[in-house]
Nanobody, 121 residues
Framework: QVQLVESGGGLVQAGDSLRLSCAAS????????RAWFRQAPGKEREFVAA????????YYTDSVKGRFTISRDNAKNTVYLQMNSLKPEDTAVYYC??????????????WGQGTQVTVSS
């Protein structure tokens, strides 16, 4: 079993940066691919970024390419999402996930409870 806890969300202005963290506990963190998804009010949950087990491969949705960076520190059992040049349309609850492979679809085995990111214009 893996438990995921996100942190780092908050209220920022457009153009600011935030770094989200997702700490894992339970089974060995390094065997899982990790991802970030987000869900805005009234919208479906959407893929943001994913990273393979050892961090060698990353995926991003087009709207965040060049602005967001996903990374992981297996020694700390933590995955990060560095978000730069934030826009109001990035406002959402951000969820981290863990699964057997990095994919842009929500077929992950474990999910965190989410952290709110609000970007004001």
């Amino acid at each position: 079993q893996v438990q995921l806890v996100e942190s780092g969300g908050g209220l920022v202005q457009a153009g600011d940066s935030l770094r989200l963290s997702c700490a894992a506990s339970g089974r060995s963190f390094s065997v899982y691919a990790r991802a970030w998804f987000r869900q805005a009010p009234g919208k479906e949950r959407e893929f943001v970024a994913a990273i393979s087990m050892r961090g060698g491969t990353t995926y991003y949705t087009d709207s965040v390419k060049g602005r967001f960076t996903i990374s992981r520190d297996n020694a700390k059992n933590t995955v990060y999402l560095q978000m730069n040049s934030l826009k109001p349309e990035d406002t959402a609850v951000y969820y981290c996930a863990a699964g057997l492979r990095a994919t842009m679809t929500p077929e992950y085995n474990y999910w965190g409870q989410g952290t709110q990111v609000t970007v004001s214009s």
